[in-house]
């Protein structure tokens, strides 16, 4: 059984930017590991995804560009550098992690979730 923590969420003004990261408490380096959000009244939304080794990555098209996901796999941690931030960036962030598989912006999907860690981006 892995845990996961987020850590860095916070408050920020429209263009700012933060750095989360999520430590697990194993090895994470055979795992696709992922972002997820959710804000006020919305469902949880697919971030960004980094498979194992770290070379293939996805991002939602709302995010491109802006956010970007990476991996210490000797940490076993797992980052999201989010810059240019705008005020819907605000919700909840989510880092989960599966062993294997298809449907990775689908969250069921996902074996380990963290608390999630709260981002406000004021205008």
């Known amino acids: 059984q892995v845990q996961l923590v987020e850590s860095g969420g916070g408050l920020v003004q429209a263009g700012g930017s933060l750095r989360l990261s999520c430590a697990a408490s194993g090895r994470i380096s055979t795992y696709t590991m992922a972002w997820f959000r959710q804000a006020p009244g919305k469902e949880r939304e697919f971030v960004a995804v980094?498979?194992?080794?770290?070379?293939?990555?996805t991002y939602a098209d709302s995010v491109k560009g802006r956010l970007t996901i990476s991996r210490d796999n000797a940490k076993n941690t797992v980052y999201l550098q989010m810059n240019s931030l705008k005020p819907e960036d605000t919700a909840v962030y989510y880092c989960?992690?599966?062993?294997?598989?298809?449907?990775?912006?689908?969250?069921?999907?996902?074996?380990?979730w963290g608390q999630g860690t709260q981002v406000t981006v004021s205008s």
């Open positions: 980094i498979r194992s080794n770290g070379g293939s990555i």
């Open positions: 989960a992690g599966k062993f294997s598989g298809s449907g990775y912006g689908l969250p069921d999907n996902y074996d380990y």
